[in-house]
């Protein structure tokens, strides 16, 4: 089954990178997510990668992933307060599901 | 086009009452997802309906119903709701191919 782990926590100053990391365990993923869930709402597609690829820039977010490693990062170049939110890192599933990591809540500091 | 809609946004319910979570999506997707959110432990998938008048259990499915009214509406029923079924809600449904997910924006429930 697939299982997708993530840190809960982490902080930065505002202008700063962040860094948010995943392990994920089902090789046969055909891409791989990041989701964004601002304070009081559901979540949005932020931005995916396919797994034939091993890096995907777009404007400041960049997502590697290591298929070896089975690790998938989702920076962001100059962190603003409005980054600040819970992002997800999944993976589809079976019959069009898709499993969610637990989440990682980004706190940027003014 | 409004996507995924939920109600209600928000519900105290007291311990063995009942309630439905209403969703409705107007993408003319087949898929449609229940999840529930809880802190430290991301979405756990309640149930799942991947085609019209088809239903099947997610990973946390006890103590939930679920109806595949049509295409458009999936329904989360608590027949007797416990305190451990406090949560927010989230109906989910993605585009064919699965590339992206469109949530609706929750239900915080509380059970008292």
């Known amino acids: 089954g697939e299982d997708v782990e993530q840190s809960l926590f982490l902080s930065v100053r505002e202008g700063d990178s962040s860094v948010i990391n995943c392990t994920y365990t089902d090789s046969s993923s055909t891409y791989l997510y990041w989701y964004k869930q601002e304070p009081g709402a559901g979540l949005q597609l932020l931005t995916y990668i396919f797994s034939n690829m091993d890096m995907k820039q777009d404007q400041r977010l960049t997502v590697l992933l290591n298929k070896k490693d089975k690790h998938l990062s989702l920076r962001i170049a100059d962190t603003q307060t409005g980054d600040s939110a819970i992002y997800f890192c999944?993976?589809?599933?079976?019959?069009?599901?898709?499993?969610f990591g637990t989440g990682t809540k980004l706190q940027v500091i003014p | 086009n409004a996507g995924v809609t939920q109600t209600p946004k928000f519900q105290v319910l007291k311990t063995g009452q009942s309630m439905t979570l209403q969703c409705a999506q107007d993408m003319n997707h087949n898929s449609m997802y229940w999840y529930r959110q809880d802190p430290g432990m991301g979405l756990r998938l309640i149930y799942y309906s991947a085609s019209e008048g088809t239903t099947d259990k997610g990973e946390v499915p006890n103590g939930y119903n679920v109806s595949r009214l049509n295409k458009r509406e999936f329904s989360l029923r608590l027949e007797s709701a416990a305190p451990s079924q406090t949560s927010v809600y989230f109906c989910?449904?993605?585009?064919?191919?699965?590339?992206?997910?469109?949530f609706g924006q929750g239900t915080r429930l509380t059970v008292v």
């Open positions: 989910a449904s993605p585009v064919a191919g699965g590339t992206e997910a469109f």
């Open positions: 999944a993976e589809p599933g079976g019959y069009q599901k898709v499993t």
